[in-house]
């Protein structure tokens, strides 16, 4: 908006103390964000892959830290990409145990009452004449997590389905 009316420029507030303020402030929301992530990468890989990234993150506040201590010298510039190396090696390694965690991790419908979705086994349980409930669902959805925990997963919710002889079939 700034650029299409420069002259607003006159109503922000002057440069100060109250800058350092905002930056720690905005920084909250940041972080929580990332550990949000981080939880989520974490259900959906397991802990090793969330341990490489935390590892990754480390290591590059490491790198950042020796830019910052000696900006002007050449062995802090080349520990700093001897860092970046080591956090793109283990951005390669963490990327092999996803792929290995999604193939070996047996996914969470297994356990209980739900049962994973799939078209075929939709369309078996309907031919059945059988009621059949579907929870579309993510691990990173937080309103779908709120909704599991406070409506579905409620024991009298179970039983009323138990007792429809509802199929529970969820979709991630």
Request: hydrophobic share 55%; aromatic share 10%; glycine share 4%.
């Amino acid at each position: 908006m700034l650029t299409l009316q420069p002259a607003w420029t006159r109503l922000l507030p002057k440069p100060g103390a109250w800058m350092e303020v905002l930056r720690q402030t905005v920084a909250v929301p940041i972080f929580a964000t990332v550990i949000w992530l981080a939880w989520v990468l974490a259900a959906a890989y397991g802990a090793g892959v969330l341990a490489a990234l935390l590892a990754s993150f480390l290591l590059l506040a490491i790198a950042g830290w020796f830019l910052g201590r000696w900006p002007d010298k050449r062995c802090a510039t080349l520990v700093a990409a001897l860092i970046l190396l080591g956090v793109i090696a283990l951005a390669v390694f963490a990327s092999r145990e996803m792929v290995t965690a999604s193939e070996t991790l047996s996914p969470p419908e297994a356990q209980g009452a739900w049962q994973p979705w799939s078209a075929d086994t939709l369309s078996r349980y309907q031919s059945q004449g059988r009621p059949v409930f579907v929870d579309f669902t993510a691990s990173w959805c937080l309103s779908c997590q709120v909704n599991e925990r406070v409506a579905l997963n409620r024991p009298e919710v179970m039983q009323a389905f138990h007792s429809a002889n509802v199929v529970l079939l969820r979709a991630d």
